[in-house]
């Protein structure tokens, strides 16, 4: 990926005006008595009424650069000019005058629709006299017009998500700052989020700098600046990136494949760089070029056939990432082994739920659904945003009492064994709930202790998270100041810390990178493989692909139940499990009104 646009170059008359530019910009901060480079001498441009997105890993320092795009910091070193305005001389003007949603945007969930929008317009400076006609602009835009009275607190993620786009589009602006609007957000609502904003591009000439952790997302931009560890690797369009990959992309098939298997060693080999399930396929990028032959690669495979599959944006993604020092695409280190305890316990079914039911007076977040779940099987809960899997996760785990039903985990009923229930099991939730005020060694302490281990036992299940998750460096380190990743990582690892035989994931991969993603799903693979009952949920449709069966929710109430390939049979979707996820969500929403 090479830069095609250059910070200071004067545009032609085929290139719209520049609204942004960054010229050898650095910053850096001081965490846990280490000075970290954010940012390092980066240049870049966004150009007016294009979309510029920013992808790269985790502390690459794309939530940095977009702040002080925003006049939020102040750079060490380098200049920031923002619609032609100094952003560090007049950083007041240039707030006033771009849009900016931060990463979990600062809605007031005690306030309704309304309030959290009187708010903002008085704090963006918005007359009394044109908040009517402003806000009868935005709510047809963001479908919240029917919402207005409701709370904040009690909206969807995917409405969230649209409230806090419309709280940073209360005043017009030319320039609007981004930072991972959709993270948390169904693909349902994340499609209807980019319906709104190439809306404003195509409709109003609005200039758009959003960063995304989804590939498909930053492959719409009309520009893809690429971070890593604070320097730019490349701003090109998104056809740059695809053809890093090309010639090195391509499926593997065979009938009755054991694909996580396959995949297991397909990662291992030293020809190919990266491998992802695909349906009944495994997708593969290899190191070279040339065609690779099934029987090297997995020779032990009967009827493996190997083709050329066309390369997609995440390939490049992949390819230019794994080619920097320290990275590699599965470059976790592998799952210690876990207790013989999960994999020994005496019950085949692990999670058993009959027609549980979850009332909050009128509203029942959870109708009548019925599953069970083998010991070392990985269970997938998807639906949209509000659809009821959190609120299943909770009452599963103990945390929520059913209304109705009948719950056993790991052979207990929670109605009767809830506390010997949870000492089987590791939850990490949706949402970061960790101590932000502790180091992450200091949580890891916490959570050890909490579940009752002692003495050199805890001291070496701490070692091993630490380094199971790849976290030494940051032990020392608040983990209110960690980036999201890590923040997942210590999360997953105060989860596993006592070894527990069923783990329950509330969207374990939200905001993480592709890479990432990959590693904490070598790791799901690996407990499922020692025994371990993993039940997740997930936003990442391509990662149900990973689950031996799926429960699809909607509304309560579950629509699909099986193997991923035989929940696509059942849609008769083309396409990808996202495609055929969106045709059954629309399908019954359909039916129903």
Known sequence: MTSSTRPGQAGSDASPPVVLELREVSKSFTAAKRRVQALDRVSLTARQGQITGLIGPDAAGKSTLIRLAAGLLTADSGSIAVLGLDATAQAAQVQAGVGYMPQRFGLYEDLSVQENLDLYASLQGLPHSRRAQRFDELMPMTGLSPFMSRLAGRLSGGMKQKLGLACALVRSHRLLLLDEPTVGVDPLSRRELWRIIHGLVERHGVSVLISTSYMDEAGRCDQVVMLHQGHVLGQDPPEAL???????????????????AVREKLIAHGDVLDAVIHGQEIRLITRQT????????????????????PPRFEDGFVVLLAGQAGHHAHAASAMPPLHAAAATSEHPIMIEVRDLTKRFGSFIAVDNVSFEVARGEIFGL??????????????????????AGHLKVGGL?????????????????????????LTVRENLNFFSAAYGLVGGNRTEQIRRRLEQFELDEQAGQKSALLPLGFKQRLAMACALVHEPQ????????????????????????????????VMVTTHFMAEAEYCDRLAIMDSGRILALGPPEEIRRQVGAEGTFEDAFIHLIESQRKEGD
Not at 388 to 398: D, E, I, N, Q, V
Not at 518 to 533: D, K, M, Y
């Open 413 to 437: 009923d929670l109605r009767h064994a809830a506390s010997a229930a949870r000492a089987r099991i590791g939850y990490m939730s949706q949402k970061f709930s960790l101590y932000g005020d």
């Open 242 to 260: 695809i053809d890093a990959a090309r010639g090195r992309t391509f499926a593997l098939s065979a009938p009755d494949m054991p694909r996580r």
């Open 382 to 403: 998807l639906g949209p945003n509000g659809a009821g899997k959190s609120t299943t996760f909770r009452m599963l785990c103990g945390l929520l009492p059913a209304s």
């Open 290 to 309: 040339r065609p690779p032959q099934a029987g090297d690669l997995v020779p032990d495979l009967a009827g493996a056939k190997i083709a050329p599959s």
């Open 502 to 533: 069923i783990i329950f994931l509330d969207e374990p991969t939200s905001g993480v990178d592709p890479l990432a993603r990959r590693v904490f799903w070598n790791q799901i693979a690996a407990l499922a493989e020692s025994g371990v009952t």
